[in-house]
Nanobody, 121 residues
Framework: QLHLVESGGGLVQPGGSLRLSCAASGFTLETYAIAWFRQAPGAEREGVSCISSSGGRIMYADSVKGRFTISRDNAKNTVDLQMNSLKPEDTAVYYC??????????????WGKGTLVTVSS
């Protein structure tokens, strides 16, 4: 069975940094597009970033451009999201998801259960 597990969430002060990691069991992330989504309390889920299977296409939401960086570590079978200059409005549950197409911008086939990021002083 295929599973995605997020880690690295927590409480951080505004301006701080966190690194989220998406790990897979049962399959190799390298052949999938991997995306990060987030959902704040009372809000709809929104896409944050995506990296294609080849790594040749990377997308970011306008709200995180210049602050967040997505990257693959194929040796560890993980996809990380480095989050810098965090703002209170970044507070949300962050989910990673995988797409069998290997392409960003299409439907996701597998989802993790999420990790909570809280940005507060």
């Amino acid at each position: 069975q295929l599973h995605l597990v997020e880690s690295g969430g927590g409480l951080v002060q505004p301006g701080g940094s966190l690194r989220l990691s998406c790990a897979a069991s049962g399959f190799t992330l390298e052949t999938y597009a991997i995306a990060w989504f987030r959902q704040a309390p009372g809000a709809e889920r929104e896409g944050v970033s995506c990296i294609s299977s080849s790594g040749g296409r990377i997308m970011y939401a306008d709200s995180v451009k210049g602050r967040f960086t997505i990257s693959r570590d194929n040796a560890k079978n993980t996809v990380d999201l480095q989050m810098n200059s965090l703002k209170p409005e970044d507070t949300a549950v962050y989910y990673c998801a995988a797409a069998e197409t290997g392409l960003c911008g299409y439907g996701m086939n597998y989802w993790g259960k999420g990790t909570l990021v809280t940005v507060s002083s």
